[in-house]
């Protein structure tokens, strides 16, 4: 765990004294909401990135996500449909660069998904359950404007047996998802004005 820590510190103190140009490294945090039918989710991402050009980067996206859908009272009880996403993908994005610190951009990625979605209400036992995984990706644009990050993005995530009351499967759920995300980055610079 000291190394990971150590890592990290080193890796994040290298983004602080690269500008934003080729060669540079960043990592971004964003956070996400989720529209859902019948209720909603959120997201959190990390996202170390390098510059392989001074409009251009690759990082490696790591998320999760959980989503609350379909969510109904029966008497007492409250149903919902519950799924926990994790994800780890290869991201590409480009930038426009504008001549000042707005700078719209667009991307996408490949990797490999988690995923697991209960129909359960607040008794329900899901101990045991394991996640399916699979190919994943997304496409997202957005833009940044100094460190501030805002991207819509769609998530390609495998469908998944839907399990009821335990162990019971019901069928398929589509587990792909659209979010709004909101963030920044640490490291990088900042983007050069004329």
């Known amino acids: 765990m000291k190394k990971v820590i150590l890592s990290v510190v080193a890796l994040l103190f290298f983004g602080f004294v690269q500008a934003q140009r080729e060669g540079g490294f960043r990592v971004g945090l964003d ?17 170390p ?3 392989i050009k001074e ?3 690759v ?14 009272e029966i008497g007492n009880t409250t149903f919902v449909t519950a799924t926990a996403i994790g994800s780890y993908i290869a991201t590409f994005d480009y ?33 045991g359950l ?27 995530v ?17 587990n792909s998802y659209f979010a709004v995300n909101l963030g920044f980055y640490i490291g990088g610079g900042k983007w050069k004005k004329n």
């Open 31 to 47: 956070v996400g909401y989720i529209p859902a039918s019948g209720g909603a989710g959120v997201s959190f991402d990390i996202e």
């Open 49 to 51: 990135k390098y510059n």
């Open 55 to 57: 409009n251009m980067n």
């Open 59 to 72: 990082g490696l996206r790591i998320g999760i996500a959980a989503i609350a859908r379909d969510v109904e």
């Open 95 to 127: 930038y426009f660069p504008s001549g000042k610190s707005f700078v719209p951009f667009v991307g996408g990625g490949m990797g490999y998904s988690t995923a697991l979605s209960v129909r359960a209400s607040e008794d329900t036992d899901v101990e």
């Open 130 to 156: 394991d996640p399916d995984s699979g190919f994943g990706g997304l496409i997202r644009g957005g833009f940044e404007w100094g460190k501030f990050r805002m991207n819509l993005e769609y998530n390609f």
């Open 158 to 174: 495998p469908k998944t047996p839907l399990y009821r009351e335990g162990q019971v499967t019901t069928g398929d759920i589509s």
